[in-house]
């Protein structure tokens, strides 16, 4: 067997990310070889990744980022918080996130299959798992294209939102604040146009049943149904929801005081809690 000489361990973990002492291990069962020695640590990641494959992915980062008209989120999960919280993981998912917004993926698989530091996304990310010894995956890759679009980040890098504008101009505040408001209060979609049918079916039957169990005359149950439903449109629906910041005014209110002819064209929330 070869000598190996601290220098080569040195150098493989600059290369691969992997411990000092896989590195070495590495190192020793390729005889000294360097380029065995990475393919021994990526072969050594993808098995670690196939043995964790059943693990819980449940913490992680989730970041956003814009360029022009266009804004990309990428959530990469792991197992702990521990390993979230490293700046090294987050470093990584930035990476990613930025390899989105220069090539625009149409979806979570095609982000995966981009090419990566000389491998795909993918294949960097099972090399990851025999660095960092957890589970990683993509969890949640998800864009938007509007003539102007706010990133927001919640501190913790668990939750993020983005959201379009029908103008280039837009006032800096006014779109940080709505884009805040969708982190905090996780609207179902824009307006009430933009709710699915079958989810406000569902919201009328649920408010016909509670009205029914509670013993009120048949024939005013449909009107306390629709009742319900217009409170989940004040709730649910970003643009008629009270604005966090003062209460007396809805999201719409507060878009047409800044500029009445500003609209949302729609937007992207992700949360690992």
Same mark, same amino acid.
């Given at each position: 067997?070869?000598?190996?000489?601290?220098?080569?361990?040195?150098?493989?973990?600059?290369?691969?990310?992997?411990?000092?002492?896989?590195?070495?291990?590495?190192?020793?069962?390729?005889?000294?070889?360097?380029? =065995?020695?990475? *393919?021994?640590?990526?072969?050594?990641?993808?098995?670690?990744?196939?043995?964790?494959?059943?693990?819980?992915?449940?913490?992680g980062a989730?970041?956003? =980022?814009?360029?022009?008209?266009?804004?990309?989120?990428?959530?990469?999960?792991?197992?702990?918080?521990?390993?979230?919280?490293? *700046?090294?993981?987050? &470093?990584?998912?930035?990476?990613?996130?930025?390899?989105?917004?220069?090539?625009?993926?149409?979806?979570?698989?095609?982000?995966?299959?981009?090419p990566f530091?000389?491998?795909?996304?993918?294949?960097?990310?099972?090399?990851?798992?025999?660095?960092?010894?957890?589970?990683?995956?993509?969890?949640?890759?998800?864009?938007?294209?509007?003539?102007?679009?706010?990133?927001?980040?919640?501190?913790?890098?668990?939750?993020?939102?983005?959201?379009?504008?029908?103008?280039?101009?837009? &006032?800096?505040?006014?779109? =940080?604040?709505?884009?805040?408001?969708?982190?905090?209060?996780?609207?179902?979609?824009?307006?009430?146009?933009?709710?699915?049918?079958?989810?406000?079916?569902? *919201?009328? *039957?649920?408010?016909?049943?509670?009205?029914?169990?509670?013993?009120?005359?048949?024939?005013?149950?449909?009107?306390?149904?629709?009742?319900?439903?217009?409170?989940?449109?004040?709730?649910?629906?970003?643009?008629?929801?009270?604005?966090?910041?003062? &209460?007396?005014?809805?999201?719409?209110?507060?878009?047409?005081?800044?500029?009445?002819?500003?609209?949302?064209?729609?937007?992207?929330?992700f949360s690992?809690?």
């Open positions: 067997m070869s000598e190996i000489k601290a220098a080569d361990v040195s150098k493989l973990r600059k290369v691969t990310g992997a411990g000092m002492m896989d590195c070495k291990v590495a190192l020793q069962e390729a005889n000294g070889d360097f380029d =065995k020695a990475i *393919e021994i640590i990526r072969k050594k990641g993808q098995a670690i990744a196939n043995k964790r494959a059943d693990r819980d992915a449940a913490e989730v970041l956003a =980022k814009v360029d022009g008209s266009f804004g990309a989120m990428v959530c990469l999960a792991c197992e702990t918080d521990f390993v979230a919280k490293n *700046e090294s993981f987050v &470093a990584f998912t930035q990476s990613i996130l930025d390899a989105a917004i220069a090539n625009k993926p149409e979806n979570l698989e095609a982000l995966l299959a981009l530091e000389g491998k795909t996304v993918a294949e960097k990310v099972i090399e990851q798992v025999g660095v960092i010894g957890e589970k990683l995956e993509i969890k949640f890759y998800d864009k938007i294209n509007a003539p102007h679009v706010q990133a927001y980040i919640h501190p913790g890098n668990k939750l993020a939102t983005l959201v379009g504008f029908s103008k280039t101009e837009v &006032a800096e505040q006014v779109a =940080k604040d709505v884009a805040m408001q969708v982190a905090a209060m996780d609207p179902v979609a824009v307006d009430k146009g933009d709710v699915p049918k079958e989810t406000v079916d569902k *919201e009328f *039957e649920i408010g016909r049943d509670q009205a029914l169990r509670e013993g009120k005359p048949e024939n005013i149950v449909d009107k306390i149904a629709e009742g319900r439903v217009a409170k989940f449109f004040k709730e649910a629906t970003l643009l008629n929801q009270e604005f966090t910041k003062d &209460a007396k005014i809805t999201i719409k209110q507060y878009l047409a005081q800044a500029d009445k002819e500003l609209k949302v064209t729609g937007f992207i929330r690992l809690k």
